[in-house]
């Protein structure tokens, strides 16, 4: 060491005093320590510094050396000076004091924490003041960080309107927002017997108590149905999720918990539910009228086919009833004269030409009658027990036309019709006749307006390898865009202050489409006619291929 005449302080031409020169490895250590080491004489003159301290404080060891620490740090001159004279005078040492500042050679500001500690001579005296300083700038930012994020995370969960809670790693809870003491009437202080289980609904304990046991043990999400009850000591549905979290580690350091108010939502269900209730209800007693309704049109259909065929034999019986009557007089004229002895020849010539003449009328007319009830009884059996069978296409469709012609009434139609022959069916000869039978009805109540005159033609033909093709047209009115969408919908008529209740077409679809097992393609203008396009598979859905 030298004194400076101009500074009139000890100087330091090297990095440290040698205060140690019989022991150089604890010098050693004191060079290299990671930590910042400096020795302050009783008057806090600087007698030591290391390398570490000049890092840390950005400071140089000639600007230090010697001197005060009033000179080179006058904004802690004070507390430096104040924990040095009680170290001095208490023999303690101080530690874990923190010290804000600047390094020397930057502006931003730094923290360091010091530890202070009494320097004692061979003889026990206190001759100086150890400093060791480490810095902890990065802890106090990631601190502050940390706080701030705290804090904004907080501010959030205080904002949401969830019931939020955190816990420890095992659990035990340490935080409520502010939403929780809102719906539980209870203080913002510690957990304690604010804890979710406290103002859980006693039969749901046990259940909620063991799923979060479980999950602390396995370190897994808790998601459940909770009741909570509220300040006004009613209990609300929750939904309750627990989830844990995580260190960079992947080691769980606490829990944070959320309960979603689900009132509304079980309420809405609740309506939802009735309301699907009351609507699968009202569908079931709407099929159950829509098939009462069905069956009275098929029935009705079928009262228009009896009333026809009636009015179609009445003719022929009737006028074989007028031949036999004739016929039965001729005959009593005839006796009358044998028994009187009175019989001419001619009488008798002319008799048997009456009587030839009549039984021609009647086997005609008799016939004709036969036909229809026949047809009548082939079809109506059909329908009523819908069974499945094997018969000609052809023959079966002249059959239903039969009956069908006495429906043309006095109206001026001409029903035309084409078959293919040998055209065999494994099908429902029953439904198939029912679809006829509406459409027919269909044509003549609304394809000809006033009496109007026209043509239904109906053609069955082959169609592909294994279906049928059934063509039913009129040239009647037709029908509009809007119409024609709607013409199979149920209900839908255009004639219901005539009596139509909207269901002949409907049934149509449903058995082409579902019983037959086909398709049904409709197509019609206004003033151009309708044609109604039946495919139906000759071996109807589930039956054997007819050989």
Request: glycine share 8%.
């Amino acid at each position: 060491m030298s004194k400076d005449p101009n500074r009139g302080a000890t100087t330091v031409r090297s990095s440290s005093v040698v205060l140690f020169p019989q022991q150089p490895a604890l010098q050693l250590i004191y060079d290299t320590a990671p930590i910042g080491l400096a020795c302050l004489s009783p008057d806090c003159r600087y007698l030591q510094i290391n390398q570490r301290l000049t890092e840390i404080c950005g400071i140089s060891v000639e600007d230090h050396l010697g001197r005060t620490v009033r000179d080179c740090v006058p904004a802690l001159a004070e507390s430096v000076e104040a924990i040095v004279g009680s170290i001095m005078e208490t023999g303690e040492p101080v530690t874990g004091i923190e010290v804000t500042g600047q390094r020397a050679d930057q502006t931003d500001e730094r923290f360091w924490i010091t530890y202070w500690h009494p320097l004692r001579s061979p003889s026990g005296e206190i001759v100086g003041v150890n400093v060791a300083a480490e810095e902890i700038t990065e802890r106090k930012r990631a601190e502050a960080a940390l706080q701030a994020s705290e804090r904004q995370f907080h501010t959030l969960a205080d904002s949401i309107p969830q019931l939020v809670w955190m816990a420890e790693a095992g659990g035990k809870i340490f935080w409520f927002n502010n939403h929780w003491h809102e719906y539980t009437g209870t203080s913002g202080g510690g957990a304690g017997s604010h804890d979710w289980q406290a103002i859980l609904a006693p039969a749901s304990l046990p259940e909620a108590r063991n799923c979060w046991r479980q999950a602390l043990e396995s370190g897994s999400a808790l998601e459940m149905e909770l009741s909570l009850r509220s300040k006004d000591g009613r209990y609300r549905p929750f939904l309750t999720r627990v989830i844990p979290l995580h260190d960079s580690a992947a080691a769980i350091y606490g829990w944070i918990g959320t309960h979603i108010d689900i009132s509304e939502r079980k309420r809405s269900e609740l309506e939802i539910r009735s309301a699907r209730d009351a609507a699968e209800a009202a569908l079931r007693n709407l099929r159950e009228t829509q098939n009462s309704l069905i069956e009275a049109e098929k029935l009705a259909a079928l009262g228009r086919l009896v009333a026809g065929v009636a009015h179609e034999i009445n003719s022929p019986v009737g006028t074989s009833l007028t031949v036999a009557s004739s016929l039965e007089r001729k005959i009593a004229t005839i006796a009358t004269e044998l028994e009187q002895g009175n019989l001419k020849r001619s009488s008798l010539k002319q008799f048997l030409e009456v009587s030839r003449e009549a039984s021609s009328q009647l086997v005609t007319n008799l016939n004709r009658a036969a036909e229809l009830i026949q047809s009548f009884k082939q079809v109506a059996t059909d329908r009523n027990y819908s069974n499945q069978r094997v018969f000609d296409l052809g023959d079966l469709t002249e059959q239903i036309v039969l009956s069908l012609r006495p429906g043309l009434g006095k109206q001026n139609l001409t029903l035309n019709l084409e078959c293919q022959p040998d055209l065999t069916m494994n099908s429902y000869p029953g439904p198939y006749g029912q679809v006829l039978t509406n459409l027919f009805l269909n044509s003549v109540a609304h394809a000809f307006p006033d009496g109007q005159g026209g043509t239904i033609d109906i053609k069955v033909q082959a169609c592909g390898e294994g279906d049928a093709e059934v063509l039913f047209s009129d040239d009647g009115c037709g029908m509009d865009l809007d119409i024609r969408r709607k013409a199979f919908d149920p209900f839908f008529t255009t004639r219901r202050d005539q009596g139509s209740t909207g269901l002949g077409l409907h049934i149509v679809h449903s058995i082409v489409t579902s019983c037959l097992g086909g398709q049904i393609n409709l197509d019609s203008e206004p003033g151009k006619g309708t044609k109604v396009q039946l495919i139906l598979p000759r071996a109807a859905p589930g039956a054997p291929v007819a050989q």
